[in-house]
Protein backbone atom coordinates (compact mmCIF):
# COMPACT_ATOMS: atom_id res chain seq x y z
CA UNK A 1 0.00 0.00 0.00
CA UNK A 2 1.67 2.96 -1.15
CA UNK A 3 1.26 6.30 0.33
CA UNK A 4 -1.22 8.42 0.49
CA UNK A 5 -0.39 11.36 2.60
CA UNK A 6 1.34 13.94 0.17
CA UNK A 7 4.17 16.09 1.16
CA UNK A 8 3.26 18.97 2.18
CA UNK A 9 0.64 17.30 4.77
CA UNK A 10 3.38 15.49 6.42
CA UNK A 11 5.71 18.76 6.23
CA UNK A 12 2.28 20.51 8.09
CA UNK A 13 2.78 17.43 10.75
CA UNK A 14 6.58 18.29 11.14
CA UNK A 15 6.41 22.12 11.66
CA UNK A 16 3.46 21.68 13.99
CA UNK A 17 5.51 19.17 16.38
CA UNK A 18 9.12 21.09 15.64
CA UNK A 19 7.89 24.72 14.41
CA UNK A 20 11.59 26.12 15.89
CA UNK A 21 13.99 23.49 15.80
CA UNK A 22 14.73 20.83 18.63
CA UNK A 23 15.82 22.47 21.69
CA UNK A 24 17.24 19.67 23.43
CA UNK A 25 18.72 17.59 20.68
CA UNK A 26 20.15 20.99 19.47
CA UNK A 27 21.28 22.47 23.13
CA UNK A 28 22.68 19.20 23.77
CA UNK A 29 25.26 19.01 20.56
CA UNK A 30 24.29 15.76 19.83
CA UNK A 31 22.29 16.94 16.45
CA UNK A 32 25.14 15.71 14.38
CA UNK A 33 26.07 12.74 15.65
CA UNK A 34 25.44 9.53 13.71
CA UNK A 35 22.78 6.95 14.54
CA UNK A 36 20.30 4.28 14.48
CA UNK A 37 16.59 4.82 15.04
CA UNK A 38 14.31 1.22 15.22
CA UNK A 39 10.75 1.04 15.31
CA UNK A 40 8.77 -2.64 16.87
CA UNK A 41 5.37 -3.50 17.25
CA UNK A 42 5.16 -4.19 21.65
CA UNK A 43 2.36 -6.26 20.94
CA UNK A 44 0.33 -7.92 17.83
CA UNK A 45 -0.90 -5.65 15.46
CA UNK A 46 -1.62 -4.47 11.81
CA UNK A 47 0.21 -1.97 10.34
CA UNK A 48 -0.96 1.17 9.14
CA UNK A 49 1.03 4.54 8.33
CA UNK A 50 4.13 2.25 8.22
CA UNK A 51 5.26 4.48 4.45
CA UNK A 52 4.12 7.61 6.04
CA UNK A 53 6.26 7.33 9.04
CA UNK A 54 9.19 6.57 6.30
CA UNK A 55 8.59 9.17 4.39
CA UNK A 56 8.70 11.73 7.77
CA UNK A 57 11.83 10.07 8.74
CA UNK A 58 13.42 11.05 4.85
CA UNK A 59 11.77 14.34 5.46
CA UNK A 60 13.40 15.11 8.50
CA UNK A 61 16.44 14.09 6.82
CA UNK A 62 17.23 10.52 7.92
CA UNK A 63 17.10 7.58 5.47
CA UNK A 64 15.28 4.55 5.67
CA UNK A 65 17.01 1.32 5.45
CA UNK A 66 13.76 -0.95 5.63
CA UNK A 67 10.00 -0.33 5.70
CA UNK A 68 7.03 -3.15 6.48
CA UNK A 69 3.83 -2.26 4.49
CA UNK A 70 0.37 -1.27 5.64
CA UNK A 71 -1.42 -4.67 6.42
CA UNK A 72 1.32 -6.88 7.16
CA UNK A 73 0.63 -8.59 10.35
CA UNK A 74 3.52 -7.98 12.93
CA UNK A 75 3.56 -10.23 15.85
CA UNK A 76 4.77 -8.72 19.43
CA UNK A 77 8.39 -7.52 19.33
CA UNK A 78 8.67 -7.55 15.43
CA UNK A 79 11.00 -4.70 13.67
CA UNK A 80 9.01 -2.85 11.02
CA UNK A 81 10.77 -0.01 10.11
CA UNK A 82 14.55 1.08 10.41
CA UNK A 83 16.96 3.83 9.34
CA UNK A 84 19.73 5.69 9.97
CA UNK A 85 21.11 9.31 10.06
CA UNK A 86 22.05 12.25 12.02
CA UNK A 87 20.35 12.17 15.74
CA UNK A 88 18.86 15.63 14.92
CA UNK A 89 17.64 14.31 12.39
CA UNK A 90 15.79 11.05 13.71
CA UNK A 91 14.31 12.91 16.73
CA UNK A 92 13.20 15.42 14.82
CA UNK A 93 10.46 12.80 12.97
CA UNK A 94 10.91 10.11 16.05
CA UNK A 95 7.35 10.79 17.56
CA UNK A 96 5.50 12.26 14.94
CA UNK A 97 6.12 9.20 12.86
CA UNK A 98 5.72 7.09 16.07
CA UNK A 99 2.57 8.55 16.91
CA UNK A 100 0.79 8.59 13.45
CA UNK A 101 1.57 4.49 12.73
CA UNK A 102 0.34 3.65 16.73
CA UNK A 103 -3.31 5.67 15.90
CA UNK A 104 -3.34 4.40 12.29
CA UNK A 105 -2.07 0.57 13.40
CA UNK A 106 -5.04 0.68 16.01
CA UNK A 107 -7.39 1.53 13.29
CA UNK A 108 -6.71 -1.24 10.82
CA UNK A 109 -5.87 -3.76 13.77
CA UNK A 110 -9.65 -3.55 14.81
CA UNK A 111 -10.69 -3.55 11.42
CA UNK A 112 -9.14 -7.02 10.56
CA UNK A 113 -10.39 -8.23 13.64
CA UNK A 114 -14.04 -7.54 12.91
CA UNK A 115 -12.92 -8.89 9.41
CA UNK A 116 -11.70 -12.10 10.23
CA UNK A 117 -14.82 -12.33 12.98
CA UNK A 118 -16.99 -12.78 9.70
CA UNK A 119 -15.07 -14.11 6.85
CA UNK A 120 -17.70 -14.41 4.54
CA UNK A 121 -19.29 -11.02 4.68
CA UNK A 122 -17.73 -7.01 3.33
CA UNK A 123 -16.85 -4.70 6.68
CA UNK A 124 -17.60 -1.24 5.49
CA UNK A 125 -16.15 1.42 7.54
CA UNK A 126 -18.62 4.67 8.10
CA UNK A 127 -17.10 8.52 7.96
CA UNK A 128 -16.96 8.90 11.51
CA UNK A 129 -13.40 9.21 11.59
CA UNK A 130 -11.88 11.75 13.50
CA UNK A 131 -12.32 15.17 12.30
CA UNK A 132 -9.08 15.97 9.96
CA UNK A 133 -7.97 12.86 9.45
CA UNK A 134 -9.65 10.96 6.86
CA UNK A 135 -6.90 10.08 4.64
CA UNK A 136 -4.75 8.20 7.22
CA UNK A 137 -8.12 6.80 8.40
CA UNK A 138 -9.24 5.12 5.00
CA UNK A 139 -6.22 3.80 4.25
CA UNK A 140 -6.30 2.18 7.99
CA UNK A 141 -9.46 0.91 7.23
CA UNK A 142 -8.25 -0.44 3.85
CA UNK A 143 -4.93 -2.07 5.73
CA UNK A 144 -7.63 -3.92 7.92
CA UNK A 145 -9.04 -5.51 5.16
CA UNK A 146 -12.41 -3.68 5.46
CA UNK A 147 -13.72 -0.56 2.78
CA UNK A 148 -15.33 2.44 3.46
CA UNK A 149 -19.17 2.59 3.84
CA UNK A 150 -19.18 6.39 2.57
CA UNK A 151 -16.23 9.01 1.75
CA UNK A 152 -18.74 12.04 2.03
CA UNK A 153 -22.08 13.04 1.19
CA UNK A 154 -21.13 13.50 -2.33
CA UNK A 155 -20.90 10.17 -3.81
CA UNK A 156 -23.79 8.25 -2.42
CA UNK A 157 -27.58 8.09 -1.86
CA UNK A 158 -28.24 7.40 1.62
CA UNK A 159 -31.54 8.48 3.23
CA UNK A 160 -31.68 8.58 7.11
CA UNK A 161 -35.13 10.02 8.78
CA UNK A 162 -34.06 13.58 9.66
CA UNK A 163 -34.13 13.33 5.94
CA UNK A 164 -37.68 11.60 5.69
CA UNK A 165 -39.18 14.17 8.35
CA UNK A 166 -39.12 16.80 5.54
CA UNK A 167 -40.62 14.49 2.78
CA UNK A 168 -44.32 14.62 2.57
CA UNK A 169 -45.14 12.08 -0.08
CA UNK A 170 -45.05 8.27 0.04
CA UNK A 171 -41.45 6.70 -0.37
CA UNK A 172 -42.14 4.74 -3.48
CA UNK A 173 -42.43 8.39 -5.45
CA UNK A 174 -39.33 9.72 -3.65
CA UNK A 175 -37.68 6.57 -4.12
CA UNK A 176 -38.61 6.23 -7.80
CA UNK A 177 -37.32 10.47 -7.68
CA UNK A 178 -33.97 9.90 -6.56
CA UNK A 179 -33.26 6.84 -8.90
CA UNK A 180 -34.31 9.55 -12.08
CA UNK A 181 -31.79 11.61 -10.91
CA UNK A 182 -29.17 9.55 -10.38
CA UNK A 183 -29.90 5.72 -12.13
CA UNK A 184 -25.97 4.31 -11.59
CA UNK A 185 -26.73 5.06 -7.61
CA UNK A 186 -27.43 2.61 -5.64
CA UNK A 187 -30.30 3.83 -2.22
CA UNK A 188 -29.94 3.11 0.66
CA UNK A 189 -32.83 3.79 3.54
CA UNK A 190 -31.76 3.75 7.49
CA UNK A 191 -34.39 2.12 9.34
CA UNK A 192 -35.25 1.28 13.00
CA UNK A 193 -37.07 -1.54 13.21
CA UNK A 194 -37.84 -4.02 11.23
CA UNK A 195 -41.23 -3.21 10.02
CA UNK A 196 -39.83 0.36 8.91
CA UNK A 197 -37.29 -2.03 7.21
CA UNK A 198 -39.53 -4.05 4.82
CA UNK A 199 -41.81 -1.23 3.91
CA UNK A 200 -39.11 1.18 2.37
CA UNK A 201 -38.03 -2.01 0.96
CA UNK A 202 -41.22 -3.53 -0.80
CA UNK A 203 -41.15 0.87 -1.95
CA UNK A 204 -37.90 -0.22 -4.11
CA UNK A 205 -34.36 0.64 -1.32
CA UNK A 206 -31.75 -0.77 -3.03
CA UNK A 207 -29.67 -1.31 0.61
CA UNK A 208 -32.08 -1.35 4.32
CA UNK A 209 -29.44 0.07 6.74
CA UNK A 210 -30.59 -1.50 10.19
CA UNK A 211 -29.80 1.38 12.99
CA UNK A 212 -28.35 -0.58 15.91
CA UNK A 213 -30.78 -3.47 15.28
CA UNK A 214 -29.48 -6.84 16.77
CA UNK A 215 -28.96 -10.15 14.77
CA UNK A 216 -32.64 -11.74 14.92
CA UNK A 217 -34.49 -8.05 13.43
CA UNK A 218 -31.68 -8.76 10.52
CA UNK A 219 -32.73 -12.28 10.23
CA UNK A 220 -36.48 -10.98 10.49
CA UNK A 221 -36.23 -8.75 7.48
CA UNK A 222 -34.03 -10.87 5.55
CA UNK A 223 -36.91 -13.66 5.47
CA UNK A 224 -39.39 -10.65 5.05
CA UNK A 225 -37.78 -9.61 1.69
CA UNK A 226 -36.53 -12.55 0.55
CA UNK A 227 -39.51 -12.84 -2.05
CA UNK A 228 -38.40 -8.90 -3.64
CA UNK A 229 -37.06 -9.24 -6.99
CA UNK A 230 -34.08 -8.25 -6.36
CA UNK A 231 -33.91 -8.32 -2.64
CA UNK A 232 -32.50 -5.31 -0.54
CA UNK A 233 -28.92 -6.13 0.61
CA UNK A 234 -29.73 -5.52 4.71
CA UNK A 235 -26.74 -4.09 6.28
CA UNK A 236 -26.52 -3.48 10.09
CA UNK A 237 -24.75 -0.49 10.77
CA UNK A 238 -24.42 1.25 14.66
CA UNK A 239 -22.84 -1.18 17.39
CA UNK A 240 -21.28 -4.12 14.71
CA UNK A 241 -18.29 -4.91 16.90
CA UNK A 242 -16.08 -7.76 16.11
CA UNK A 243 -18.15 -9.62 19.37
CA UNK A 244 -21.43 -9.44 17.31
CA UNK A 245 -20.33 -9.85 13.61
CA UNK A 246 -20.33 -13.70 13.20
CA UNK A 247 -23.95 -13.68 14.67
CA UNK A 248 -24.46 -10.99 11.93
CA UNK A 249 -23.39 -12.78 9.45
CA UNK A 250 -24.74 -16.14 10.58
CA UNK A 251 -28.38 -14.06 10.08
CA UNK A 252 -27.71 -13.54 6.42
CA UNK A 253 -26.09 -10.21 6.31
CA UNK A 254 -23.30 -9.64 3.20
CA UNK A 255 -22.36 -6.53 4.51
CA UNK A 256 -21.52 -4.85 7.94
CA UNK A 257 -21.12 -1.57 8.25
CA UNK A 258 -19.40 -0.08 11.64
CA UNK A 259 -17.65 2.60 13.06
CA UNK A 260 -15.81 0.64 15.87
CA UNK A 261 -12.58 0.57 14.23
CA UNK A 262 -11.91 4.59 14.99
CA UNK A 263 -12.40 4.50 18.73
CA UNK A 264 -10.44 2.52 20.77
CA UNK A 265 -6.84 2.50 21.73
CA UNK A 266 -3.84 3.53 19.11
CA UNK A 267 -1.68 0.56 19.16
CA UNK A 268 1.84 0.50 21.11
CA UNK A 269 5.22 0.82 19.07
CA UNK A 270 8.79 1.00 20.82
CA UNK A 271 11.35 3.13 19.59
CA UNK A 272 14.64 2.69 19.92
CA UNK A 273 16.99 5.13 18.50
CA UNK A 274 20.88 4.60 19.54
CA UNK A 275 24.28 6.07 18.23
CA UNK A 276 26.66 4.21 15.78
Known amino acids: MTTILPDAALDALLAQDVP ?78 QTLVEYASGIATRARRIVEAAPAVTVACTRKNFPGAKDLSVKAVQAGGAVMHRLGLSETFLVFPEHRTFLTEPPETWIAALRRKAPEKKIVVEVGSVEQAVAFATAGADVIQLEKLPPEAARAVIGATRHLTPPPLVAPAGGVTEANAAAYAAAGCRLLITSAPFFGQPADVKVRLVPL
Open 20 to 97: YGDLTTDALGIAARPARMSFAARGAMVLAGTEEAARLVEKAGGHVLRVEPSGTAAEAGAVFLEADGPAGSLHRAWKVA
